[in-house]
């Protein structure tokens, strides 16, 4: 069982920045792939970013690429989100999650077996 739990989340001016945090417990982080998703009131959950294993591969969806970035510290067992430049239109809530079982960053919320409680980001124009 992996339990994860993001923090970060606030009210921010549009042109802003925030990091979320993601921690993860048990010992086994370092062999997860962590994703980050987002859910807009009225929307499905997308992706957002996921980073690899090793931390050496990083994928991004196209709205957020160039103003986001995700990390991770495995002596942490930590996975962050460094957003900047957020638009009103990044205005959701946003979720870890952890792929235990692929080594492969994968863009669908189906494939990642654990999820935090997700954390309200909200960007006002």
């Known amino acids: 069982q992996v339990q994860l739990v993001e923090s970060g989340g606030g009210l921010v001016q549009a042109g802003g920045s925030l990091r979320l945090s993601c921690a993860a417990s048990?010992?086994?982080?370092?062999?997860?792939?962590m994703g980050w998703f987002r859910q807009a009131p009225g929307m499905e959950r997308e992706f957002v970013a996921g980073i690899s294993r090793s931390g050496d591969n990083s994928l991004y969806a196209g709205s957020v690429k160039g103003r986001f970035t995700i990390s991770r510290d495995d002596a942490k067992n930590t996975v962050y989100l460094q957003m900047n430049s957020l638009k009103p239109e990044d205005t959701a809530v946003y979720y870890c999650?952890?792929?235990?079982?692929?080594?492969?960053?994968?863009?669908?919320?189906?494939?990642?077996?654990?999820w935090g409680q997700g954390t309200q980001v909200t960007v006002s124009s």
């Open positions: 048990g010992r086994a982080f370092s062999l997860y792939v």
């Open positions: 999650a952890a792929d235990t079982s692929s080594p492969r960053i994968k863009l669908y919320s189906y494939d990642y077996d654990y």
